[in-house]
């Protein structure tokens, strides 16, 4: 805290941050991916080229470019290159497509693409609705003889054009936005969460610090870019603490410990389906035959965390929690088994974040007769809420770009007349000792491969997609299995739904995690009394084929589209013999 308090008095910035660094470790390698690296001196003159060439095209501070690309060395210094002109890059998902894909373009206003030869379909399947943005494709080193989709730049082949001569540095304010990233929310599509430069350099610090890294270790990122966890709080640890990250361009379970291995990695990243992904391989001789000391990440479960140390031989887990745009982050810096995070009960004066009383169905927040919210006590399950101070850039809410999605995200009156606080939409409790544990997302929002799903968003895709019957979504639980799976009940009263055609119709229309895995065909509605969707009944009975008459469907990962789920399939996917 003291650190970023410094920082932000000198005006530090992630560009700033970054040329010192680049200054003290030229020829060291700053990313690695397979057989392919560039040190922390081609870096900075990557992104030197980036910077000369987007001014020479006439952009300008404060706009916003949009970067749509898989995970490559080069892809940080694309925004890096971008932030040294004071222009916002918008991390777009890969796996978006669409109308999801022209909303993020759209709603932080993008005045050009630049994306990855390896998402050419993608951006020519929108392409006649974005013209007035232009549009940069760059060719991977891998694959410099791509095709340049028509009416696009050949971008790797101007920057070879460019100088690599140092781009002065921009005064920046620390509070200055560098970055969105996109986050899917309760309120349909993804929302723009806005990274500003502090929050940049404050996300990798605290792990850096809470694990007890030096420059000279080496970090194993196998997540996406685009995301936080792999593009701030992985990559960060390059950019802003001078050690080595090794990247992937997707994630393998079977070549995690091969990969750590080979690049000599200390230090690695997980989510919560990572490590049982990896725990589902075969035990082999990878296993233990790396130098892997501590492992950092969200999602280890309870139930698997010390079959995971044990097997793998991993001498330290730093779990914690925390949200892109949020300012509530727990660190379980001491190995406490299943808690995702630690705050001592003598100092939340200094880091005020409380637990309240809400409705765990609706998320409502409940509140005493003096309109305040209720505090909970050990191990009553509450809302966490983190108090929202302007003046401690911890403890700042930049929000998203979208402000009206900013205001749903506070909570105002929380313990005096006129306070605010930043609401995780989060269910956790908290032991008599300060360790908390994760219990549930409130609402609407289910968690799945990593991603936050909104049932509002998938119900209106489906609904479109069968005629406007009502459809309702909801997270269904896996047994071993982290997250929920979603799963859609639709009212097909006439038995006229075409589920290929649906199939079909959800794989355009929603990226991967969104996809309902289960189907279940109802005969009519149910609706209550006041004529609202039943979903709790529906959540009950879930995919269960001994308690549902009704129809299910099952989405079979190979073949991509639904079939009938038979009494076999149920029993597997609940023993764990089918990979979800």
Known sequence: MFRIWRWEKQGQSVVSRWAEIAKLYPEKKAFIMGDRALTFRQGEDFSNRIAWYFKRQGFKSGEVIALFMETQ???????????????????????????????????????????????????????????????????????????????????????????????????????????????????????????????????????FTSVRLSPADVVYDPLPLHHTAGGVLGAGQAITQG??????????????????????????????????????????????????????????????????????????????????????????????????????????????????RCDEITGEILRDDNGRCITCGPHEPGLLLGKIDPKKAILTFAGYADKTASEKKMVRNVRIEGDCYFNTGDILVMDHYGYFYFKDRTGDTFRWRGENVSTAEVEGVISNLVGLKDAIVYGVTIPNTEGKAGMAALADPDHNIDIAALSKGLKTSLPVYARPLFLRILPQTPLTATFKLKKKELMEVAYNVNVCKDPLYFLDQKLGEYVPLTQKMYEDIVLGNIRL
Not at 104 to 110: E, S, T
Not at 130 to 154: A, Y
Not at 257 to 277: F, L, P, V
Not at 322 to 333: D, K, V, Y
């Open 73 to 207: 060395p080069e892809y940080i210094f694309v925004w890096l290159g971008l932030a040294k002109m004071k222009v916002t890059t918008a991390l777009v998902n890969t796996n978006l497509r669409g109308q999801q894909l022209i909303h993020c373009l759209r709603i932080v206003g993008c005045k050009a693409v630049v994306f990855g030869d390896e998402m050419a379909d993608a951006i020519k399947e929108i392409q006649s609705e974005i013209h007035d943005m232009p549009l940069f494709q760059f060719n991977s080193p891998e694959r410099d003889g791509s095709t340049v989709l028509q009416d696009t730049v050949p971008l790797a082949a101007e920057l070879e054009e460019m100088s690599s001569e140092t781009f002065p540095i921009v005064p920046t304010n620390p509070r200055d936005t560098l970055l969105y990233i996109y986050t899917s929310g309760t309120t349909g599509f993804p929302k723009a969460a806005i990274i500003t430069n502090i929050r940049f350099l404050l996300i990798p610090l605290g792990v």
């Open 243 to 356: 050690c080595t990250v090794v990247l992937r361009r997707k994630f393998s379970a079977s070549n995690y410990w091969s990969d750590a291995a080979k690049h000599g990695c200390t230090a690695a990243q997980y989510i919560g389906e990572i490590c049982r992904y990896l725990l589902s391989v075969p035990a082999g001789p990878s296993d233990k035959a790396h130098k892997v000391k501590v492992i950092f990440g969200n999602g280890l479960r309870p139930q698997i965390w010390q079959e995971f140390v044990d097997r793998f031989g991993v001498g330290r887990v730093l779990e914690f929690y925390g949200a892109t745009e949020g300012n509530s982050n727990l660190i379980n810096l001491d190995n406490k088994v299943g808690a995702i995070g630690f705050l001592s009960r003598l100092v939340s004066s200094i880091y005020p974040l409380t637990l309240v």
